[in-house]
């Protein structure tokens, strides 16, 4: 699976828009990106993923560059619940080459939401 | 709707102890995993198991062993605790294909 690099951390005002970026510049045409979050020890939580075309869902948007190297998570009026480590993941198709889909988290962006 | 429930929450042992952890899911999933995290690091994959009756190494699998019990359960064992193993452990599981993984609330495991 392709490596993330995502800055440590970062900060936004509550009610701004955060955005958060990861570089996966060797990322393969079969591969995902995937986002998700952990709040403060929990478990982590799924935000949304995608392949090629940006995404939107109730959470984030999911907007990935054309060339497929870099992506941007944003939240578009963060909340201070929103302050968790963010994680950006690469990762085949689960039925693709024989990979099981294995999700490979690295150290993640912490994100602080400050009032 | 429980999704994936672990058991127990928080245990302490002593070096050379066995325990068993518990994890269970109500989605009909067909994959399980289970992850650690140490303190300031990401998640580190041990053991997963593709579907029912199979089980597979990840990345730090040593000093664990795994039963997939049915499609429901997948627990982790540690047969020789040791201090080293002294982390938070993540279990979790996803249908398949490019689908989101659902995780429990974690085991908190201090090995003293």
């Given amino acids: 699976d392709a490596k993330t690099t995502q800055p440590t951390s970062m900060d936004c005002a509550e009610g701004r828009a955060a955005n958060l970026p990861c570089n996966h510049s060797t990322i393969s045409g079969n591969e995902y990106v995937y986002w998700y979050r952990q709040i403060h020890s929990q478990g982590p939580q799924y935000i949304i993923h995608g392949l090629k075309n940006n995404e939107t869902n109730e959470m984030a948007s999911l907007i990935i560059t054309e060339d497929r190297k870099s992506s941007t998570l944003i939240l578009p009026h963060a909340t201070l619940r929103d302050t968790a480590v963010y994680y950006c993941i690469v990762r085949f198709d689960m039925n693709y080459g024989g990979s099981q889909g294995n999700l490979i988290f690295g150290k993640g962006t912490k994100l602080s939401v400050k009032p | ?112």
């Fill in chain 2, 1 to 112: 709707n429980a999704g994936v429930t672990q058991t127990p929450k928080f245990q302490v042992l002593k070096t050379g102890q066995s325990m068993t952890l518990q994890c269970a899911q109500d989605m009909n999933h067909n994959s399980m995993y289970w992850y650690r995290q140490d303190p300031g690091m990401g998640l580190r994959l041990i053991y997963y198991s593709a579907s029912e009756g199979t089980t597979d190494k990840g990345e730090v699998p040593n000093g664990y062993n795994v039963s997939r019990l049915n499609k429901r359960e997948f627990s982790l064992r540690l047969e020789s605790a040791a201090p080293s193993q002294t982390s938070v452990y993540f279990c979790a599981s996803n249908r398949g294909r490019a689908v989101e993984a659902f995780f429990g609330q974690g085991t908190r495991l201090t090995v003293v």
